[in-house]
């Protein structure tokens, strides 16, 4: 089963219309997202964003999912991603998954280095869905191995290169990038299907947004072109301010087995 919960925080953030200067300076280093996972509309966990300034022209974003206490022992997902992203090369350096859902528990680390990316895996499938999972589970797989570049980047490597590379979007724009995600290339396709109003408390009332979908696809399929977003299992949508900031402020999906699952941003700060 892919990791649904990070997928959904991953692809929302990608429509920023603002410049270089304005993205570094105001943005990108001191910006924190809160968001609520809600599931057949009911709150089920949270998760935290949050980026800060390193050394050697790197930038560290760093991700939490948790769920709430009263459903870990039912369904139990939890732990963190991030990367290390270089601001001025505007490419992915370090990127990592630490991940439970389920019955499922996923460690990924990608390196990227030397026009190739080494993925180091660690996955195991549990036999309950819930806190405690018995040890040993019932699969356990490791696996490591290189993948050419391909101008591949993780999928929060290519949210920063979006925000940092004006990019003016109307209904109908479609828009590709060779990413890696689950330890595995794949093509990312994102459309604008429109632009409205809709309610954000957090942000003060009402704002425009875009209405988004989003698919990952194998290259083969991606080569095949047509409609093929809409072909996709279990397509993301997203709304996203249609503003200078582009705060992803809902996100949502069907997932197998786990049916609607709402993201919905609930605080938005920058230092």
Avoid: C
Avoid at 157 to 182: E, P, Q, S
Avoid at 212 to 231: M, N, R, T, W, Y
């Amino acid at each position: 089963m892919k990791i649904f919960i990070t997928r959904l925080i991953f692809l929302a953030l990608f429509f920023n219309k603002t410049n270089f200067l304005y993205g570094i300076e105001n943005s990108i280093y001191n910006e924190f997202l809160k968001y609520e996972v809600e599931w057949l509309k009911l709150p089920v966990g949270t998760i935290y964003m949050k980026t800060v300034k390193g050394e050697k022209n790197l930038l560290s974003i760093r991700a939490k999912v948790e769920s709430f206490e009263a459903i870990k022992s039912l369904y139990y997902v939890g732990g963190s991603f991030g990367a290390l992203w270089n601001y001025k090369t505007q490419n992915t350096y370090i990127a990592y998954e630490d991940i439970y859902q389920g019955y499922n528990y996923q460690k990924r680390y990608y390196l990227f280095e030397n026009n190739e990316i080494f993925v180091k895996k660690l996955e195991k499938v549990f036999y309950e869905p819930g806190l405690p999972h018995s040890e040993p589970p019932k699969r356990l797989r490791q696996d490591e191995k290189y993948i050419p570049l391909n101008e591949r980047q993780d999928l929060l490597g290519i949210f920063y290169w979006m925000r940092l590379n004006k990019k003016d979007t109307n209904k109908g724009d479609v828009m590709k990038f060779n990413v890696i995600t689950a330890g595995k290339p794949k093509v990312l396709i994102i459309r604008v299907l429109n632009k409205l109003y809709v309610d954000v408390p957090v942000l003060g009332g009402q704002k425009k947004v875009l209405h988004v979908k989003s698919g990952l696809l194998s290259e083969k399929k991606a080569e095949q072109g047509g409609d093929i977003i809409f072909k996709t299992q279990s397509p993301i949508e997203m709304y996203i301010t249609d503003d200078k900031y582009s705060i992803p402020v809902k996100l949502w999906t069907k997932a197998p087995v786990l049916g609607n699952i709402e993201i919905i941003l609930k605080e938005y700060k920058t230092d």
